[in-house]
């Protein structure tokens, strides 16, 4: 059945610019030339509802068009949407940074500048990005610091080191878990059976992500107080010592 691209977009329920931007991208296969008219079938339509699926679950156009293209099979995208599912929890809503501020109190033009350093890393869920509950928390912890006497200034310096330190030590998990867990368990998998596949890097990934999140935030913890304690035995009172011991043995 050949359709025109008003009919496709009205059968797919979306817009004409949609249907020719899906095209643009490469989501969508070029129609078949009539003269000047371009002629769309049920290929097409199909197509469109299997990118509108797989952007109600979050995923990017980029990764979308690697998963239409065959880039991507059904284990991978099974990962695909299990990390996008970590990335935002259903209660949660996308914040911009003014709605950030404002349930913060933090003027706006200073937290452009705290996320232009890295200390404040937007949530990405398919083409949208913005915040959360959780980095309004990062946020008042990061008002509380400067309450306390830290300049901005050094601040900023610290969370620019952190963040580029932290991402190194990001891409190593993840090139670690592709090595070690990914390509094993796909050169294991049994053929024809991507469910099984799927299943069992999805939960690999379920397993690692929490394990390796609590190995980091406690090694940093670790190490910061051991810090601060070796700091304040050349510097400090005998109350301050004996105040960050306790904290150091809690």
């Not at 404002?102 to 398919?126: C, D, K, N, Q, S």
């Not at 913005?130 to 610091?145: C, H, M, Q, W």
């Not at 080191?161 to 878990?177: D, L, P, W, Y």
């Amino acid at each position: 059945m050949d359709l025109r691209v008003e009919e496709v977009a009205k059968r797919a329920g979306v817009t004409v610019d949609t249907v020719r931007y899906y095209q643009a991208k490469g989501l969508l296969p070029a129609p078949r030339r009539q003269g000047r008219v371009a002629l769309y079938d049920e290929s097409h339509l199909t197509r469109i509802e299997r990118i509108r699926a797989l952007q109600a679950r979050g995923f990017t156009l980029a990764t979308i068009a690697r998963v239409v293209s065959g880039e991507l099979d059904a284990a991978d995208e099974a990962l695909v949407a299990a990390l996008t599912r970590e990335s935002l929890h259903d209660e949660d809503r996308l914040l911009s940074l003014a709605e950030l501020a404002a349930r913060t109190g933090i003027p706006e033009p200073l937290l452009v500048a705290i996320a232009h350093e890295g200390l404040l890393v937007p949530h990405r869920v398919g083409e949208e990005s913005g915040y959360t509950a959780d980095d309004v928390a990062v946020a008042r912890a990061g008002l509380a610091l400067l309450e306390q006497g830290i300049p901005l200034s050094d601040l900023l310096a610290l969370a620019r080191a952190h963040h580029e330190a932290t991402v190194g030590v990001a891409r190593q998990a993840v090139e670690m878990f592709d090595a070690h867990v990914r390509q094993p368990l796909r050169r294991g998998a049994v053929p024809d059976d991507d469910e099984a596949t799927a299943r069992h890097l999805v939960e690999a990934f379920q397993t690692l992500l929490p394990a390796t999140t609590m190995l980091v935030a406690h090694h940093f913890t670790r190490v910061l107080l051991d810090c601060a304690l070796e700091h304040i035995e050349h510097v400090g009172t005998p109350g301050e010592l004996s105040a960050v011991r306790a904290e150091a043995t809690r």
